[in-house]
C-alpha cells in the first residue's frame, strides 16, 4: 500500500505542476491585457477631448490623420493579441487534461460486475432513483422515469415528497404559514420524537414581528401570549429570552444584546429542522439514499483501483471473486458509519452473512467460525469465563 501511495503522491505532483503553469499563464496574460487596455483606454480618451474642443467644421491636419489611423490600428493589433493569447491558453488548459489522463488510468471495468442491476434489482435501483428525484421535487422527471420503466408505484408513494418539497419551497421564501399547520397536524409525533421544530417555527414568526419595529410590538405580545405558553416547560430559558428582547423595540434591535437573534442564518437552520423532523416523522433518512452511495462510492474508488492494479500486477486477480465483498477494508469516515458492526473477538474478522455472531449461554459473544473452532464434541468453553456449554446452545444474533 506504500507504493501504491508513493505512486499516487507522484501522479497527483505531475498533474499539480502543469496546473501551476497554467495558472502563471493566466496570471502573466491577465495583467498584461489588463495594462495593454488601460493604455488604449487613455488614449483614446485623451484623442477624443481633443476633438470635444474644436468645432464640427474643423478639418483634420495630416499628421493628426495620421495619428488617428495609429490608434486604430493599435486597437485592431491588441484585439488581435488577445484573440491570440485566448487561443494559447486553451493549449494549455488542454495539456492539464491529457496530464490527468496520462497520469490516472482508471479502468472501471475491473471493480464492476456484468449482471450486477439485473431482474428484481434493476427495478429496485430505479425506484431509488425515483425517489433520490422526488425528494429533490423533480416530481415530473419522476414521474416520466417510472412510466418509462414500467415501475407501478403505490398513489400515495410520492405524496410524502410532494409535501415536503412544498413547505421547503416557502420556507425558501420564508413564508412559515406551511410549516406551522404542518407542525400542529403532527404534534403528538413531534412531541414523542423530541422534536423541537413547532417552537423553532413560532419563534421565528414572533422575531419577524419584533423585527419589523415598534409598530408591531403590540401585535408581537399578543402573538407570544397566544403561541408560548404551551413551549414554556420545554423551552423557558428561551422564551424568557424572546421577551427580555421587546425591552428594546423602541429603540431598534441593531445595537441591542438581542441582536444575535435576528441572525439571517436562523432561515437555514430552520429548512434543516425541518427537513430532518419531518423525514424522521416520515420514517425517511434525512439524506438521500442515492446521494449517500454516490458519495461513499466516490470516496472509496481510488482505493479500489489502486488495489486493483496491485492485483493485476502481481496476477493475483482472483482474490477478488466477485462476492459481495471487498478484498481490502476501505474506511469511508465517520460520516458513513450508520450501524454497528461486530468483529469477533477470537478471529478478528468481521462478522458476514457466512459467519454471523453468536451469542453463548455466559453472554458472551463470538464468531460462528470461532464458535466451531473452539468446539470440542459437545462441549465448548467460553473463552472470557469458566462456563460450559453445548455449541448447539450458542443463538445467533443481529444488530
Given at each position: 500500500m506504500a507504493g501504491i501511495k508513493i505512486k499516487m503522491t507522484d501522479s497527483c505532483d505531475a498533474v499539480e505542476r502543469e496546473l501551476d503553469k497554467v495558472l502563471q499563464?493566466?496570471?502573466?496574460?491577465?495583467?498584461?491585457?489588463?495594462?495593454?487596455?488601460?493604455?488604449?483606454?487613455?488614449?483614446?480618451k485623451a484623442l477624443k477631448q481633443q476633438f470635444e474642443e474644436v468645432s464640427d467644421e474643423y478639418e483634420l491636419t495630416p499628421n493628426q490623420a495620421s495619428i488617428l489611423c495609429d490608434a486604430v490600428s493599435q486597437v485592431r493589433e491588441t484585439v488581435s493579441r488577445a484573440a491570440t493569447d485566448h487561443r494559447d491558453l486553451h493549449s494549455s488548459?488542454?495539456?492539464?487534461?491529457?496530464?490527468?489522463?496520462?497520469?490516472f488510468n482508471p479502468d472501471f471495468g475491473a471493480i464492476t460486475r456484468d449482471g450486477l442491476f439485473s431482474g428484481e434489482r434493476a427495478k429496485i435501483l430505479t425506484q431509488v432513483v425515483c425517489q433520490h428525484l422526488y425528494r429533490q421535487g423533480m416530481l415530473d422527471i419522476g414521474d416520466g422515469l417510472c412510466?418509462?420503466?414500467?415501475?407501478?408505484?403505490?398513489?400515495?408513494?410520492?405524496?410524502?415528497?410532494?409535501e415536503l418539497h412544498r413547505?421547503?419551497?416557502?420556507?425558501?421564501?420564508?413564508?412559515?404559514t406551511p410549516a406551522l399547520d404542518w407542525s400542529a397536524d403532527n404534534r403528538d409525533a413531534l412531541i414523542a420524537q423530541g422534536s423541537s421544530l413547532e417552537f423553532k417555527l413560532h419563534r421565528l414568526a414572533f422575531l419577524n414581528l419584533v423585527k419589523k419595529g415598534r409598530w408591531y410590538q403590540s401585535a408581537a405580545i399578543t402573538y407570544a401570549r397566544q403561541n408560548f405558553s404551551q413551549f414554556v416547560k420545554r423551552h423557558e430559558r428561551e422564551v424568557q429570552t424572546l421577551m427580555g428582547c421587546l425591552l428594546y423595540v423602541p429603540a431598534g434591535m441593531e445595537g441591542s444584546p438581542y441582536a444575535h437573534l435576528f441572525d439571517n442564518g436562523l432561515w437555514d437552520d430552520i429548512q434543516d429542522t425541518f427537513t430532518r423532523d419531518a423525514c424522521a416523522r416520515l420514517g425517511l433518512s434525512v439524506d438521500s439514499p442515492l446521494a449517500?452511495?454516490?458519495?461513499?462510492?466516490?470516496?472509496?474508488?481510488?482505493?479500489?483501483?489502486?488495489?486493483?492494479?496491485?492485483?493485476?500486477?502481481?496476477?493475483v486477480s482472483s482474490i477478488w471473486n466477485g462476492k459481495d465483498e471487498?478484498?481490502?477494508?476501505?474506511?469511508?469516515?465517520?460520516e458513513f458509519h450508520y450501524h454497528s458492526v461486530f468483529a469477533c473477538p477470537i478471529l478478528r474478522q468481521q462478522a458476514s452473512e457466512s459467519n454471523p455472531p453468536m451469542r453463548l449461554m455466559c453472554g458472551h459473544?463470538?464468531?460462528?467460525?470461532?464458535?466451531?473452532?473452539?468446539?470440542?464434541?459437545?462441549?465448548?468453553?467460553?473463552?472470557?469465563?469458566?462456563?460450559?456449554?453445548?455449541?448447539?446452545?450458542?443463538?445467533?444474533?443481529?444488530?
Open positions: 499563464k493566466f496570471g502573466c496574460v491577465s495583467e498584461h491585457f489588463n495594462r495593454t487596455i488601460d493604455k488604449q483606454i487613455e488614449f483614446i488548459v488542454s495539456k492539464v487534461g491529457k496530464a490527468i489522463d496520462r497520469n412510466k418509462e420503466a414500467g415501475l407501478e408505484l403505490d398513489g400515495t408513494y410520492k405524496e410524502p415528497f410532494v413547505i421547503l419551497e416557502a420556507l425558501k421564501q420564508q413564508d412559515l449517500v452511495c454516490f458519495s461513499a462510492g466516490c470516496t472509496a474508488l481510488p482505493a479500489l483501483l489502486n488495489i486493483c492494479q496491485v492485483m493485476q500486477a502481481r496476477q471487498l478484498p481490502i477494508e476501505i474506511d469511508l469516515g465517520k459473544v463470538i464468531s460462528r467460525d470461532a464458535l466451531h473452532k473452539l468446539a470440542s464434541g459437545n462441549k465448548l468453553k467460553c473463552p472470557y469465563c469458566p462456563g460450559e456449554q453445548n455449541p448447539n446452545e450458542a443463538r445467533l444474533i443481529t444488530f
